[in-house]
C-alpha cells in the first residue's frame, strides 16, 4: 500500500542510492579513522612526495567521475566509489584542519569527523528532500 502513494518510481531510486551513498561515506570514514589510528605511518612515500588517503579519495573521484561521462558499469558501483572517494577526502581534510592548530593525533580529530559527518548528512538530507518534492510534483 506504501509504494501505490509513489507516483514516480524514480522517487525510490532515489532514496535508495542517497542512502546507499550515506552509509558507505560514513563507513569509509569509520574504517580509515580505525586504520590510521593503528599504522604508525600509514602514508607512502614516493620519493619526497608524501602520499595522503586524500590524493586517493580524489583520483578515485576524477576516476569515477569519468566512469560516470564515458563508462558502462552499473549506477550503483558509481555511487559506491564516489562515497569512498568523497569519505577519504573529508576525513583527510578533517585531520588537516585539525592539525593547524597544534600536533594532534587521528584520535584527537574524533570529535570534528563526527560532527563533518552529521553535516554532511543533514546538507545531503536537504538536498534529497528537495528533489523529492519535485519529484512528487
Not at 581534510?93 to 563533518?116: C, E, N, Q, W
Amino acid at each position: 500500500m506504501a509504494n501505490s502513494k509513489i507516483k514516480n518510481p524514480n522517487l525510490i531510486k532515489v532514496k535508495n542510492k542517497t542512502i546507499l551513498f550515506m552509509v558507505v561515506l560514513i563507513t569509509t570514514i569509520i574504517i580509515t579513522r580505525i586504520l590510521v589510528s593503528f599504522w604508525k605511518d600509514p602514508n607512502i612515500f614516493i620519493g619526497a612526495l608524501e602520499l595522503h588517503h586524500f590524493y586517493y579519495g580524489l583520483i578515485l573521484l576524477i576516476i569515477t567521475t569519468l566512469g560516470i561521462l564515458f563508462g558502462r558499469l552499473h549506477p550503483r558501483l558509481y555511487v559506491i566509489f564516489s562515497a569512498i572517494a568523497i569519505g577519504l577526502i573529508l576525513d583527510e581534510s578533517l585531520f588537516v584542519m585539525a592539525k593547524i592548530r597544534g600536533p594532534i593525533t587521528y584520535a584527537d580529530t574524533l570529535l570534528s569527523a563526527t560532527t563533518m559527518i552529521f553535516v554532511v548528512l543533514i546538507i545531503i538530507g536537504i538536498i534529497l528532500f528537495d528533489f523529492i518534492g519535485r519529484l512528487k510534483k
